[in-house]
């Protein structure tokens, strides 16, 4: 059985497709955690009984916070990736050490392009003709790190932020959990 921990900050949308398409499979989510208390994707993990564990950023400031989570995340060992999905802090030099090609973050551009934050709304207004998806190996710097996949869709005439963030989101749903899969039970 391979074990994952999942941290996110927000709706927690991608972390559910990844519960939902490992259900049936020799995988589990030993633990979700987030830095926000007021994230949706607490009460998923509640409704999923997937056990969570929240440290709060903002109460606690970044520096406690680092070092709680690397607490935190050496008590939760073994474990065989962690997941990053839709978590919006950097994770400091000192964790991407001891986890070094341990982590991996999803972002919804093709990166370089449009790192941080509304990457979709950002590529959007710039009028990019193609888009996409990045999962990538973390590393301490925002939304950069030796990239494993990506894949590109094309902005069509009739499409509006709305329509492109749902296709976004669909491919995000779709290629994350089945990279997560290649890298565990088929590296190379
Ligand atoms: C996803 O689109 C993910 O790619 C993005 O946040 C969203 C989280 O959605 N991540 C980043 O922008 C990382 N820089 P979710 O909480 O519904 O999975």
Redo the contacts with the bound molecule.
Sequence with gaps: MKEIIVM?S??????QAIYEYFKDKPLTIKALISDNPRAY?IERARLLNVRSVVLDYKSMGKEKYNEELLKVLSSLEPFNLIVL??Y?RIIPEFIVKKYWKKII????SLLPAFK??R?IERAYNYGVKITGITIHWVNEFV?EGEIIEQVCIRIEENDNLETLESK??EL?HYYYPRIIERILFHPK
């Excluded at 927000?10 to 972390?15: E, H, K, L, T």
């Excluded at 973050?105 to 919804?108: A, D």
């Design positions: 996110g927000g709706y927690g949308s991608n972390f994707i999905a839709g919006m973050n999803i972002h919804p941080g934050l990457a939304d976004i989101h995000e």
